[in-house]
């Protein structure tokens, strides 16, 4: 699990490196920015244990991170995945069981909708289900042994979202997780070690993968662009196609430029 995690975070930090790149080589902000088909998040949070479960009496807050990627399927609606890890330290023994430290490994796939209120500031909500696992350690003193717990973990994730630019914003995302254990227990403990939830605050930023190919540039003065825009678009070679989405890129650049100083 720990080799997947280190080579999803490779990949993923390469296509993100990539796409911002290719996407933005300045810091301004866009004037009005293009559908976003395709997004990577990296984000730091707080984990707070709640409910009256082994979690919520048993963990004291930790802090994790986590990684996600959100494609675009239809009219801002998006699907996508995420890893995250979690650390915790145990507060109660007699509640949770004797070891001194838990790390919690989520991996989930979410759909959502993503509501761009203006050009600078997003919401969005999504709904996730997957695989979580508590990986429990003890101390020295208590025999230094490792178990675990696994269980399928729902998930509720928001997130207010600021944009920096049109390939690069952050973001504050609260959500609520609710994790089902399969422990066996004896029946007099009730649902004590079936159920852990757990409420999030995380702080991240998010690389933005946005559709240019619709952009109207009737002001265009580029005149391979326009030459380019006149054709059939199934008449275009591949590296016409692209020569035509980075050329609307520059261009829409350089006409918000041009608007920001008539003002």
Do not use: C
């Not at 997947?4 to 796409?19: D, Q």
């Not at 973990?153 to 914003?169: D, G, M």
Request: hydrophobic fraction near 30%; aromatic fraction near 12%; charged fraction near 25%.
């Amino acid at each position: 699990m720990r080799l997947i995690t280190r080579k999803i975070l490779i990949i993923a930090t390469v296509l993100s490196g990539y796409y911002s790149y290719s996407q933005e080589n300045t810091t301004e902000k866009s004037h009005s920015l293009p559908d976003r088909v395709f997004a990577v998040d990296f984000y730091l949070q707080r984990a707070l244990p709640s409910g009256d479960n082994f979690i919520g009496n048993g963990l004291s807050d930790g802090t994790g991170y986590g990684i996600r990627m959100q494609f675009d399927i239809y009219k801002n609606i998006y699907v996508g995945g995420a890893l995250s890890q979690d650390f915790f330290s145990v507060k109660n023994t007699d509640v949770i069981g004797e070891f001194n430290r838990a790390t919690k490994f989520n991996a989930y796939l979410f759909l959502g909708y993503d509501y761009q209120l203006n050009d600078d500031w997003n919401i969005t909500a999504d709904l996730g289900y997957g695989y979580s696992q508590n990986k429990n350690r003890q101390s020295t003193e208590q025999g230094g042994g490792k178990f675990r717990d696994t269980g399928n973990v729902f998930r509720i994730t928001t997130s207010i979202e600021y944009n920096l630019s049109s390939a690069t914003s952050i973001y504050l995302s609260p959500s609520y997780e609710s994790i089902s254990y399969n422990i066996n227990s004896a029946p007099a403990l009730g649902d004590t070690f079936d159920k852990g939830k757990f409420i999030n605050l995380a702080l991240g930023i998010r690389f933005n993968v946005r559709d240019y190919r619709n952009v109207p540039l009737k002001d265009a003065d580029n005149q391979e662009l326009i030459d380019l825009q006149n054709r059939d678009r199934d008449d275009l070679s591949i590296s016409e196609k692209r020569k035509l989405y980075f050329l609307k890129k520059k261009e829409a650049r350089r006409l918000r430029r041009e608007r920001r100083r008539s003002k």
